[in-house]
Antibody, heavy 118, light 108 residues
């Protein structure tokens, strides 16, 4: 069974940092693109970043470029999101997802809540 | 950026009725790169349709997708109580990957 489990969220002050993790199981992690998607409270879905299988290609939404870094450790079946210089508008549930069925996101984690507030 | 605009914002229908959800893109989308997701409150999104018209594994055949270019449609042929939730379209080939703002489906 495919499982994606996020961790690392919490309350952080503006300007602070957090590192999110996504533990993958039930599939060959190193074979798939992986993605971070966020959802602000009561709002829709927003793609944040994604990465190819070996980490050589990374893409970010403009609003996080230079502040967030996506990475992965295929030996540990884990995806990460390092978030620096956090802003109020980064408050959201962050979910990792697998790019599977013809590159659509076929499995999602339940998410971890990041709250940026003073 | 390819902006996806969904309509209507909210759809309120009775069980057994047909639901038609629209997704319009500001730039042409390859049919192979358009997906639909269902999300229930407090849950992760679930992939329904990929490649504009292919049902994901385990998705009932009352869900169907169609369209090409800039206009795509998700149809639920006979609405069931469990189909309530918010539905999002998504283009996933060209950065920035974008989602529509969602259509909320309510069951009367």
């Amino acid at each position: 069974e495919v499982q994606l489990v996020e961790s690392g969220g919490g309350l952080v002050q503006p300007g602070g940092s957090l590192r999110l993790s996504c533990a993958a199981s039930g599939f060959t992690f190193s074979h798939y693109w992986m993605i971070w998607v966020r959802q602000a409270p009561g709002k829709g879905l927003e793609w944040v970043a994604n990465m190819n299988q070996d980490g050589s290609k990374k893409y970010y939404v403009d609003s996080v470029k230079g502040r967030f870094t996506i990475s992965r450790d295929n030996a540990k079946n884990s995806l990460y999101l390092q978030m620096n210089s956090l802003r109020d508008e980064d408050t959201a549930v962050y979910r990792c997802a697998r790019s599977g069925q013809q590159a659509a996101y076929d499995y999602w984690g339940q998410g971890t809540l990041v709250t940026v507030s003073s | 950026e390819n902006v996806l605009t969904q309509s209507p914002g909210t759809l309120s229908l009775s069980p057994g009725e047909r639901a038609t959800l629209s997704c319009r893109a500001s730039q042409s989308v390859s049919s192979s790169d358009l997906a639909w997701y269902q999300q229930k409150p407090g849950q992760a999104p679930r992939l329904l349709i990929y490649g504009a018209s292919t049902r994901a594994t385990g998705i009932p055949d009352r869900f169907s997708g169609s369209g090409s270019g800039t206009d795509f449609t998700l149809t639920i042929s006979s609405l069931q109580a469990d189909d309530c939730g918010t539905y999002y379209c998504h283009q996933y080939r060209i950065s920035p990957w974008t989602f529509g703002q969602g259509t909320k489906v309510e069951i009367k």
